[in-house]
């Protein structure tokens, strides 16, 4: 599975810097948005970046562990939750229409007697607690699904893509998987996904411990191990999918936005598969689940918002969609000192 990414313009990126330096502001003044700024400025190998519509591709899939009792829904809420997706009725639909940005749904790996289409790779994963989430096939064609799903958005007029994840359970093969890229204990990146009480919690991180182990007895130590073994032994079908949405967004140049522990841990498979992706993402936020956090870490990114999220969807990722093009806007706009006739501050 190979994809022909390009690395982010470090020229370009000293560039956007002495630019922005020159804008008439003190240096440093607008912080974080300076940065991001430079950062779209040297993906889109301009001075002048600019971004218009966006589009979230929401990736649904169920997951076999859940007969686990490791969330506080039932496992048919993720077919439910898709129909209202469809249906404009989720807080991402809400949320994408006041950004500026389309929702696409793909159904992935729903456990549902509704047609999925050529999308739905299988019905649900293995229970990973006992067996593996899916084969290393299965695996490779739910990427290859979320990296079609990402190039249609942009053949649509996405300039600005982002991932939403929905599956019940999906914060338990996230807190595997993302354990086990990073080397982590289970105990470091579980967290209450849904909305666990305290017993839920510990039956959740037991789940967690046991999935790290039996995966471990296959292949042996897990950090070692090549990442889509991982993902076939630990993931989501919609994790997949999402690392492809992000391969296939960095293939084609566009500026990538990161939603939350699921989300995030497709970006970061999407890392270890090809790390030239890591030059194209931003965190559109952090969640309050504890793993987010060292994902974020691992992959050296600050996160735009921090509003104590923990929906999924892809709704932290466009609440940055404006932030963004905020960010663009000066470097595209803001005159500069000599253009505006403006004195500089003297040097003290």
Partial sequence: MNFNIQPVSQEWLQRALE????????????????????????????????????????????????AEGVSAYPAEVTAQMVLNFQAGGAAINQLARTAEAEVWVVDVGVNSPRPGGQSRVRSGTGNIRLEPAMTLAEAEQAIRVGAEAAKAAIAQGATLLAAGDMGIGNTTAAAALTAALLGLEAEAVTGRGTGVDEAGYQRKLE?????????????????????????????GLEIAAIAGVFLAGAEAGLPLVTDGFPVTAGALL????????????????????????????????????ELDLRLGEGTGAVL???????????????????QAGVSQAEKL
């Fill in 19 to 66: 630019y922005q330096n020159t804008l008439t502001k003190p240096p440093g003044s607008l912080g974080f948005l300076e940065t991001l700024g430079c950062q779209l400025a040297a993906i889109q190998k301009t001075l002048h970046p600019r971004l218009g519509r966006g589009a979230v591709v929401v990736c649904a899939a169920d997951h076999g562990v859940s």
């Fill in 207 to 235: 789940v967690v411990r046991a999935a790290l182990n039996r995966a471990r007895s296959r292949l042996g130590e897990l950090k070692e191990a090549h990442p889509l073994a991982l993902l076939a032994e630990l993931g």
């Fill in 270 to 305: 999407a890392c270890r598969m090809e790390p030239r992706v890591r030059g194209y993402l931003f965190a559109g936020h952090r969640s309050v689940e504890p793993g987010h956090t060292r994902q974020l870490e691992a992959l050296g990114l600050r996160p735009i918002l």
């Fill in 320 to 338: 940055s969609f404006p932030v963004l093009r905020a960010a663009a806007a000066v470097m595209a706009g803001m005159a500069t000192f000599s």
